[in-house]
């Protein structure tokens, strides 16, 4: 029997294609190992626990720092209804944060969008 839940690639990509545009991009970071035709292991993505969608979001800054528009670090790490975090994972979306990048855990483009401040951005003309 097919679950009427969407799979956390779908909800993946729905929040890419949902809220990766204007002042915000995102990207997918397949992480990951294996062994290339050589024989060689080969390791993929950022790093182990890195988070599903990655990215960059523009902030503008204070007048205090003359108004100029940055780039922030974007981590969103997408699990379904009953996905679990890792440890791993935890850890990476913490690192992000201590930062000052943006790191969080959605699991729909309304928690992705909230994340990302997307409907006061829309409303700041960037």
Not at 53 to 69: F, K, N
Request: hydrophobic share 40%; aromatic share 4%.
């Amino acid at each position: 029997m097919a679950s009427s839940s969407p799979s956390e690639h779908e909800i993946q990509q729905r929040i890419r294609l949902a809220c990766g545009r204007g002042p915000v991009r995102l990207w997918r970071n397949n992480t990951g190992a294996l062994v290339d035709q050589q024989g060689r292991f080969v390791r993929f993505g950022l790093c182990k626990g890195s988070s599903d969608l990655i990215g960059l979001r523009s902030l503008e800054i204070t007048p205090e720092l003359v108004g100029q528009s940055i780039a922030q670090f974007v981590a969103l790490e997408i699990k379904t209804d009953c996905g679990i975090v890792s440890p791993e994972q935890r850890a990476f979306l913490q690192l992000v944060q201590q930062l000052g990048g943006l790191g969080s855990v959605c699991r729909s483009i309304a928690e992705a969008q909230a994340v990302l401040d997307l409907n006061l951005m829309a409303g700041s003309g960037q």
